[in-house]
């Protein structure tokens, strides 16, 4: 086994995915590094400067299972923070009982809760569409109460760089990437994504080189080199239109995309960069999330092709195998339902989504498919779970520390990212 001096750590690509995205990564000493050297016969993953290593090359998210949470969260309440952009506010959950405990007003048009890369704060991306006020609104995870909202231009998703030095910013409507301090939120430096309208999810590589975002007005993807800050290329998706959240795959070799109105998700080679298959799933496909053992991908289907949908659609949950890429199980929401984007609890076995045009929160068993509903705010988006079964980790003196999914921002939830996977 792993020692207790793996230190993993989350950061939020997302998010959002929206989100959310996370990756969790794992810091660790020359013991468990002689222990991962000696357990894969893959090579190991050459990451970028300042990147937590990835200790299973063949699957990202081995550090996301259950059973390893970060003691940097050991304080933090077991709550689910529900954005709800319409009433701009934040909704509280215990998901103990299911019951609300807390809702407090946030900025304008709150979309993501995103985990910092520390792993100390929880992000509101608050991004006032068509407006000027933007702004992040900072939640203490360990009173699950608001701080003072701090102006930001457009953001309507938010990941941290694999290194934890900058926060990224996507300003969906200013078609831009804005680099910011992770702290304080001051400006570093931006990238203009010109081809791409509408930006918005990410997921990195498993190197932590680069991330692909989906561009979701125009039907195609964008390839952003994070070393050199640059673009790399756009790739139109062949029967796409409003490619949505993404995810990597455990060995690190294909994005799953999802399309909104393609009713599925795509294949994309990261290397690359080429369409190579597509799974059909149901309408309105739209969030991503991994199973916690990386066996398979939980995918919210919304019901609507379009971004305004109509309550009680006919949406539905579909379970992708990692390894077929076939669809095991499709579980439709009761009585009609838009499930959007949300996070998978750190045991496993629920799965957490906004019914985005339903004003509820789904709590789904993921063996069974079974849901409860519970009411939140108007048009609820990307929620986040946290911390992921602290109380867990504490009472049966867990030694390692728990990844998390948050999608918020998506974090590099695939695999080892932020909040998951590499932290990323």
């Known amino acids: ?198 930006i918005n999810h990410a997921d990195f590589s498993i190197d932590g080189r680069y991330a692909i975002f989906t561009c979701e007005f125009q039907g195609k993807l964008a390839k952003i080199d994070f070393v050199e800050h640059k673009v790399i290329g756009y790739l139109a998706l062949s029967k796409g239109g409003m490619p949505q959240d993404v995810r990597i795959s455990p060995d690190g070799k294909i994005f799953f995309v999802a399309d909104m109105k393609a009713d599925g998700v795509f294949l994309v080679d990261g290397d690359s960069f080429s369409e190579i298959g597509f799974i059909k799933t149901g309408i309105g496909t739209h969030g991503l999330y991994p199973s916690r053992d990386a066996s398979k991908l939980y995918v919210a289907n919304r019901g609507s092709n379009k971004v305004f949908g109509p309550p009680r659609g006919n949406g539905s949950v579909s379970v992708i195998d990692f390894a077929t890429h076939k669809v095991l199980a499709t579980w439709p929401i009761p009585r009609g339902g838009s499930p959007d984007m949300g996070n998978v609890s750190a045991d496993g076995k629920q799965l957490w989504l906004s019914a985005r045009f339903d004003d509820v929160v789904y709590e789904i068993d993921t063996t069974t498919g079974k849901m409860k509903s519970i009411p939140v ?27 998390q999914w948050l999608t918020p921002g998506k974090q590099y939830a695939s695999y080892n990212r932020i909040g998951l996977r590499r932290v990323p």
């Open 377 to 403: 705010g108007k048009e609820p988006h990307g929620l986040a779970v946290w911390p992921q079964d602290v109380t867990r980790s504490v009472t049966q003196g867990i030694c390692g520390k728990h990844a």
């Open 1 to 198: 086994m792993l020692t207790c001096n793996r230190i993993i750590q989350l950061i939020v690509l997302t998010l959002g995915a929206g989100t959310a995205i996370v990756l969790a990564l794992s810091l660790y000493t020359s013991a468990t590094a002689a222990e991962f050297a000696g357990n894969s016969a893959a090579s190991p993953i050459k990451t970028v400067p300042g990147m937590p290593p990835v200790i299973d090359p063949n699957n990202l998210y081995s550090e996301t299972q259950a059973g390893k949470l970060s003691p940097v969260v050991s304080g933090a309440l077991p709550r689910v923070y529900v954005p709800n952009r319409q009433s701009n506010d934040v909704t509280v959950i215990d998901p103990a009982t299911l019951k609300v405990v807390d809702h407090f007003a946030v900025g304008i048009n709150p979309q993501h809760v995103v985990p910092s890369w520390d792993l100390k704060t929880l992000w509101v991306a608050n991004n006032a569409e068509h407006r000027i006020e933007g702004s992040l609104t900072p939640i203490d995870p360990t009173t699950g109460k608001a701080g003072k909202n701090i102006p930001v231009d457009d953001p309507y998703n938010m990941y941290f760089t694999p290194d934890g030095h900058s926060a990224i910013i996507v300003a969906e409507q200013l078609e831009r990437l804005d680099f910011r301090d992770p702290q304080t939120m001051q400006l570093q430096s931006s990238l203009v994504v010109p081809g791409c309208v509408g």
